[in-house]
């Protein structure tokens, strides 16, 4: 199982990024994905889910209404849209899968920075 992230890069306060997280070596459409992040000094922490199958998405408290997730099955790909983002979004984000028959996996991480 591989999962790259990418999409990340620097961006101001209020601006949007749309990271993906490409997946292979896996059946992608049996496979809950995950978004988290990582600050500076600070532990991973879940910033939001969707389903196998795309039904249902959640986020984090800490970005609801500003992130959004969703996928594309038929491209394996996972998505995290993330609107007026602020200094404290700046963090590694990562993606993560697991299906019932699975271990978890993560990707590599993709730096996201929040500055003017």
């Known amino acids: 199982v591989q999962l790259v992230e990418s999409g990340g890069g620097l961006v101001q306060p209020g601006g949007s990024l749309r990271l993906s997280c490409a997946a292979s070596g896996l059946t992608f459409s049996t496979y809950v994905m995950r978004w988290y992040r990582q600050a500076p000094g600070k532990e991973r922490e879940f910033v939001g889910g969707?389903?196998?199958?795309?039904?249902?998405?959640h986020c984090a408290d800490s970005v609801k209404c500003r992130f959004t997730i969703s996928r594309d099955n038929a491209k394996n790909l996972v998505f995290l849209q993330m609107n007026s983002l602020k200094p404290e979004d700046t963090a590694v984000y990562y993606c993560?899968?697991?299906?019932?028959?699975?271990?978890?996996?993560w990707g590599q991480g993709t730096q996201v920075t929040v500055s003017s």
């Open positions: 969707i389903t196998s199958g795309g039904e249902i998405t």
């Open positions: 993560y899968g697991y299906s019932e028959r699975s271990v978890g996996s």
